[in-house]
């Protein structure tokens, strides 16, 4: 007889973990809150408008071919994906701007206009990322993380030092280029991670390099396309998907887990149990207290979190044809290296970095013929500064509308059809995302590998946690690649148990 696995919350960590545990023979089931599966990346409609609210941005897309194929399916039944060439368009505070590109001649050419020797300089840079993704992608990103002592073995150490830990992201870059354009412009994948680059690990220099030899990827119909199509993928495997059925809490019993006890206080058996809600909430509100382990509320309040994201949500009159899916606009702010600058602990209300995308140049079918939805993203504080957004929303929201002009969006007030505003409390509250810190434990280098939480649970048997607090990280490709350790622990304690 096979095991039932349960699992908390259809996040793409929790929907990519039921494909490969019912590829393999388990019977799983799925339980969320929400009306449909998801999580953040659930998105929502207004009128004729259609928006994504996680992710916008795919990375490796083979890493999704091989989750399907090893499941039996074929990936691109389910999702279709377009690859954005230029992906990102950067406009600096001098008014210079940087089409981001893996066509590797073309950027050149845009440095050779910049300066002569950054062609070089690039090679130099690129041919070192080959090496490194060689020798840290799947030690370290596709891999459980170790213990600290796993790490300590003399070949791993001259590995491990090699990439210069020590170095952050913008010292990395500036060692390479000694351009601040250059620099912010290839360290700004640390905002996928909510640092900045002056004080993120150099080891994530690799997030760059990846896009640029792989490139950058769109779902066709939007990134709740794509979780849709992992949700058929599941249920097309046995999964049954069960929403509008919120967790009250985990069942244990004498350290081990028994199965979920839902919302209506049902109480529904389970071998195994996989979380993929936010782990600090998870930890809060759905745990017993005795089952928490070392992370006590004063645990908690001692990790560091990441900062939060003012969102635009438009739905837009007009098309901007010649305006690229992705933008970012990094002012004179960023360059700031105090506080609050640094580690956005206090609102922006000057000149803050801001990112847009324009989806329905490439996928129309999310808004109405001739017109076009806009994500608009601002880093801001997570709800442990004080911010009161009953007071600030409108004036931000006038405020970011303003700016827009800078990447090209001009008198945008004027073709507003509708919009919709998330701040760090939205997250908070209707996200259950805690803090509303909506990239999640900071990946400083006290919480990365062996000291974020782990996947296996240290104290429950049969708890497992899979999403972005836990090793390697947050952001779609590493939580994919989460889903691939969570699914290994399972089958091996399993196994270890004669099952």
Known sequence: MSKKVAIVGAGPGGLATAIRLAGIGYQVEIFDAAERVGGRMRGFEVDSYAFDTGPTILQLPHLY??????????FADYVQLKRLEPYTRLKFWDGTQLDITSDLQSFKTQLASLRSDLPLAFDRWYSEHIRKYELGYKPYLAS???????????????????????????QHFWRFFQDERLVYALSYPSKYLGMHPTVASSVFSLIPFLEFSQGVWHPVGGFRALAQGLANAAQDLGVKIHLHSPVHQIWIEQGQVRGLELADSSRHQFDAVVINADFAYA?????PTSARGRYTDNKLGQMQFSCSTFMLYLGINRRYEDLPHHQIYLSDNIRRLE?????DSALDETDPPFYVCNPSIIDPANAPAGHSTLFVLVPIPNTSYAVDWDIKQKSYTDFILKRLHLLGYHNIEQHIVTQRCYTAQTWLDDYRVHLGAVFNLSHNLTQLGPFRPPIRSENIAGLYWIGGAVHPGSGLLTILEASRSAAGFIHQDFALTGS
């Open 65 to 74: 071919k091989e989750l399907f194929e090893e499941a039996g399916l074929n």
């Open 283 to 287: 930890v809060r509100h759905l745990l």
């Open 144 to 170: 459980p993380a170790r213990s600290i002592f796993g790490y300590l073995r003399p070949d791993e150490l001259m590995r491990f030092l090699s990439f210069r830990p020590w170095e952050t992201l913008y």
């Open 339 to 343: 506080r609050p600058w640094v580690d």
